[in-house]
């Protein structure tokens, strides 16, 4: 990510840091399905796995996952501090098991590596070469045998299909209670989005190393991905 984009990025969403949960369920049409879908691709075989979480924001997604893992250790990585303020709230402020770290996730480094990465909705705010570089550092990120779930929204595959996926998402949050500010605040976020196609990704991540590569759950644009890196 370029230093302007992190700006716009941390800015908007610095912004937005409050409302933000509320307005999920307005603003994904799809939430319930979306993020349970996500959640129950957290598959360990112990009680204190090391989770990471890219792009965390208000911790929304590390929360499904802290409720069926308790004992999980999980780090939180987000370019706006207003978001993970957000998500220590949530959490609690001195919760052991969570960490937060207010960053660029893509510069990332560490020398333990995790059971599982997950990411929900950040993804899609990388150019696609940024997309590329950050799933092979994932790759490295997991242990062998660790897997990386991804509920994120894509770029259709043609423009009649993208076209069809913004007109929908359109359609479906101006029917909810939501008001012209916080519309427009959603629209003008979607400014920053550089999505790119299902398929494509699917093939960088195989490219990467990752095995059982697949779209677990896809509405119009919002999307599942799965993808496992080999036990050996």
């Known amino acids: 990510m370029s230093q302007l984009t992190n700006q716009q990025i941390t800015t908007k969403f610095n912004e937005i840091a409050e409302k933000y949960d509320s307005q999920r369920r307005k603003l994904i049409p799809c939430f319930d399905d979306f993020y349970h879908t996500a959640a ?11 989770i990471l979480d890219l792009g965390a924001g208000t911790g929304l997604f590390s929360s499904y996952v802290i409720n069926q893992y308790p004992n999980a250790m999980l780090t939180l990585i987000d370019l706006s501090q207003g978001m993970l303020d957000i998500a220590k709230q949530r959490f609690g402020e001195n919760r052991a098991n969570v ?5 660029d996730y893509s ?8 059971d599982c990465v997950i990411s929900s909705l950040s993804i899609h705010h990388l150019e696609d070469q940024a997309k590329h570089d950050l799933y092979k550092k994932i790759f490295k990120l997991l242990k062998p045998g660790g897997f990386f779930v991804n509920a994120d929204q894509v770029l259709g ?10 007109s929908d998402w359109a359609a479906k949050v101006e029917a909810t209670d939501l008001t012209p500010e916080a519309l427009q605040a959603a629209y003008e976020r979607t400014k920053l989005d ?3 196609p299902l398929d494509q ?3 960088w991540l195989r490219a990467c190393g990752f095995i059982d590569v697949d ?8 999307v599942v991905m799965y993808a ?4 050996v």
Not at 40 to 50: N, Q, Y
Not at 107 to 114: G, L, Q, R
Not at 157 to 166: E, K, T, V
């Open 40 to 50: 129950s691709l957290v598959k360990v075989d112990h009680a204190s796995p090391r």
């Open 99 to 103: 960490t937060y770290i207010a960053e």
């Open 107 to 114: 510069v990332f480094e560490t020398s333990e590596p995790f």
């Open 157 to 166: 595959s043609s423009p009649f299909l993208d076209q069809l996926y913004r």
């Open 194 to 196: 550089k999505m790119a």
């Open 201 to 203: 990704q699917l093939n």
């Open 215 to 222: 779209c677990v759950y896809k509405y119009y644009n919002f």
């Open 228 to 231: 496992g890196k080999p036990a």
